[in-house]
């Protein structure tokens, strides 16, 4: 049975939300430069197993965020006094013929961009502050001996806060599963990243037996951000 789990409402409004754009992440005809570059931005289908296929890609605008606050016209305000310009989320999840061993749930993962620095890395400070004061093990009662843990990682771009969270799911038959849930927020020069990773194995106890290939990951993701900056060929401008 596969094991689906939600993120919390305060964070989905942040990483999760209603949005226009293609939903099949292929891109299409008329895109702007700035589009193209946040496709580039996230993890592509060669960065994953084979057992992970495309879920849903979608650009997120300021307005449909703001819409889905429960303060519309703060919220818009504040993500116009950020300077964000345009977002854009894709998930990937597996496929009807999945490798045993490969534990991943879903894969989940956004990027958005701002006209500065300043503003990409307080909207990165609001979405941890969000992260680190959501009572994680209300949302996960239904797990053992829950966890909430922050992985120590450095270098790897200008500011990162990974979250994993971890419990056991009891089974009617047969060993509980080990949940794992990892969070990782990070910003590189404009741009505000978000991975998450949710796992579920019944081979394996070791809460950190993912955590080498979620960084393997995290460090595709972050290349991606960083080439997609330096290929340039877009605006970092309002409005776009």
Same mark, same amino acid.
Request: proline share 4%.
């Given at each position: 049975? =596969? ?10 409004? @942040?990483?999760?939300?209603? %949005?226009?754009? &293609? ?11 700035? $589009?193209? %570059?946040?496709?580039?931005? +996230? ?9 992970? +296929?495309?879920? #849903?890609?979608?650009?997120t605008t ?8 429960? %303060?519309? $016209? ?14 854009? $989320? ?13 534990? +991943?749930?879903? *894969? ?12 990409a890395s307080?909207?990165?400070? #609001?979405? +941890? ?5 959501? #009572? ?16 120590? *990682?450095?270098? @790897? ?9 971890? !419990? ?9 599963? @080990?949940?794992?849930?990892?969070? *990782?927020?990070?910003?590189?020069? !404009?741009? =505000? ?7 579920? &194995? ?13 960084e393997g ?12 900056? %330096? ?10």
């Amino acid at each position: 049975m =596969r094991f689906v789990l939600r993120l919390g409402a305060a964070l989905a409004a @942040l990483t999760v939300v209603g %949005a226009c754009g &293609s939903g099949d992440g292929s891109g299409g005809d008329g895109e702007s430069p700035l $589009e193209q %570059a946040l496709r580039r931005m +996230v993890l592509q289908p060669d960065d994953l197993p084979s057992g992970l +296929v495309l879920g #849903d890609a979608t650009f997120t605008t300021n307005e449909s965020l703001a819409a889905a606050s429960a %303060a519309p $016209e703060a919220r818009g305000a504040e993500l116009e006094g950020w300077g964000r310009i345009l977002g854009y $989320e894709i998930t990937y999840q597996p496929g009807g013929e999945v490798p045993a061993e490969l534990p +991943v749930q879903g *894969i989940n993962v956004s990027a958005s961009l701002y006209t500065t620095e300043e503003g990409a890395s307080t909207s990165f400070a #609001d979405s +941890v502050k969000v992260a680190e004061e959501t #009572d994680w093990a209300a949302n996960y009662a239904g797990l053992r001996e829950f966890q909430q843990e922050t992985i120590n *990682i450095s270098g @790897l771009a200008d500011e990162l806060v990974w979250l994993q969270l971890s !419990g056991y799911q009891p089974a009617t038959e047969g060993p509980d599963a @080990l949940v794992t849930d990892d969070l *990782i927020f990070f910003r590189v020069a !404009g741009e =505000r990243g978000f991975l998450r990773v949710l796992a579920r &194995s019944t081979r394996t106890g070791d809460r950190q037996h993912y955590q080498s290939t979620v960084e393997g990951w995290l460090r595709s993701l972050i290349q991606n951000v960083t080439d997609a900056l %330096a290929k340039g060929g877009f605006e970092m401008e309002e409005g776009e």
